[in-house]
């Protein structure tokens, strides 16, 4: 007699949600069902998967053996949907997106219209979150990230652009201070993303080759870019931020690129997505979309030194 595999991949749907009440909720299942399931799966297997708690689920280590291969299961229910769905012509269902402030509200927020209007019937899930994500235990089909490599074997990255960045300020504060020397830098004010090492520092290469990197204490500290740029606008600092940002800034002569032979580490933009034989129609014309069209959005804001 077969399992009952149905049980089988709501034990591994129950431990990615972190909780029987969230599962519940995301499988549109009452709680008690759901928690009756699990119990019958594990009087069938004879062991306790999982230690239930007001604080939530602890798998056991046996559970966590036999977590691998139920969500395989889940993983080949997902691939022999997609050979259905594959036929239809129109995309549908949801994708879960994940993408850090910065890029939601430079970039995505002229685009993800466009595709909504391409595809109608795709529900998007739009998670906007400077802190890491891991996309396989939270569910994420599709992420954007800013930095130089993705290590991660377990995703396939996607290179979008180039993420340049820059050290800014307002033509006043420059009229106060001539900076002529990265060690000017330290005369002014400065503002910073928050870096949890505690650490803050310019690494800083000439065009001819001379590397520099210079120590200082921020006077405003925050993880939104917006907000650091709207002070360096008022003049409160010299900020460095990525050149998407301050682009129109720069146009309207709010700021000022500063030392532009001197140049920041530069930020490779890259799509990730779980490394699978194959993507659900939904996700792979999102994936698709902003392959063709994030790349030529972004190099037009991109700051061109010979423009300004």
Not at 51 to 77: P, W
Not at 191 to 210: F, Q
Not at 271 to 292: H, K, Q, S, W
């Amino acid at each position: 007699m077969l399992p009952d595999l149905t049980n089988y991949m709501l034990f591994a749907k129950t431990v990615a949600a972190g909780s029987i009440s969230e599962a519940a909720r995301e499988l549109g299942m009452p709680k008690s069902t759901l928690s009756r399931r699990l119990t019958e799966l594990e009087n069938v297997q004879g062991v306790r998967l999982l230690h239930r708690s007001t604080r939530g689920l602890k798998v056991t280590d046996i559970g966590q053996a036999f977590l691998v291969h139920c969500e395989s299961l889940v993983a080949a229910a997902e691939a022999a949907q997609q050979v259905t769905q594959m036929v239809q012509e129109t995309p549908r269902g949801d994708i879960h997106v994940s993408c850090p402030y910065a890029i939601s509200q430079s970039l995505l927020v002229h685009l993800l219209p466009e595709f909504m209007a391409l595809y109608p019937e795709v529900r998007i899930h739009w998670r906007v979150t400077n802190q890491p994500v891991n996309l396989i235990e939270e569910g994420i089909d599709v992420a954007l990230r800013v930095r130089p490599t993705i290590e991660d074997s377990s995703l396939i990255a996607r290179t979008l652009s180039r993420a340049p960045t820059t050290l800014y300020a307002s033509p006043a504060l420059l009229n106060q201070h001539a900076i002529e020397h990265p060690l000017d830098i330290l005369q002014v004010p400065l503002l910073s993303m928050h870096y949890s090492s505690g650490r803050y520092r310019y690494e800083l290469t000439h065009t001819s080759g001379d590397k520099l990197s210079i120590s200082y204490q921020p006077r405003l500290i925050t993880d939104d870019m917006f907000v650091l740029r709207e002070a360096a606008i008022a003049g409160q600092g010299m900020v460095a931020l990525p050149n998407y940002i301050c682009s129109d800034a720069v146009q309207q002569q709010q700021l000022q690129r500063v030392l532009p032979e001197w140049n920041l580490p530069l930020g490779i933009m890259h799509l990730v997505y779980p490394y699978r034989r194959g993507l659900l129609p939904a996700v792979r014309v999102f994936v698709d979309f902003l392959v063709e069209r994030l790349p030529s959005y972004a190099q037009q804001l991109y700051y061109n030194e010979h423009s300004y």
